[in-house]
Nanobody, 121 residues
Framework: QVQLVESGGGLVQAGGSLRLSCAAS????????MDWYRQAPGKQRELVAT???????TYADSVKGRFAISRDNAKNTVWLQMNSLKPEDTAVYYC???????????????WGQGTRVTVSS
């Protein structure tokens, strides 16, 4: 069984910073992409940032230049450094791992429990 545990959310003023983390534990053979999504009240979940196993990153236009995603493959952990936060960044943030539990098995999609980020104006 694989579990993803997130931490780092909270309340911050506009212009401030937060760092989210997501660590996976359990029977993991390898992790491909690690993603951060967010879902604001009344809105659909959206992809915020992706980092591949090779370290390539992509970002939503709304967070480019402000957010940075990074990972530690040995620790099966991903971080999201969020700077210059805006009220519109307020959402529940979820990590998503695409991983294999065996070398020959399929790729599974696992989600964290979500961590709330609130940015006050």
């Amino acid at each position: 069984q694989v579990q993803l545990v997130e931490s780092g959310g909270g309340l911050v003023q506009a212009g401030g910073s937060l760092r989210l983390s997501c660590a996976a534990s359990g029977s993991i053979f390898s992790v491909n992409a690690m993603d951060w999504y967010r879902q604001a009240p009344g809105k659909q979940r959206e992809l915020v940032a992706t980092i591949t196993s090779g370290g390539s990153t992509t970002y939503a236009d709304s967070v480019k230049g402000r957010f940075a995603i990074s990972r530690d493959n040995a620790k099966n952990t991903v971080w999201l450094q969020m700077n210059s936060l805006k009220p519109e960044d307020t959402a529940v943030y979820y990590c998503n791992f695409k991983l294999k539990t065996t070398g020959w098995g399929p790729i599974y999609n696992y989600w964290g429990q979500g961590t709330r980020v609130t940015v006050s104006s």
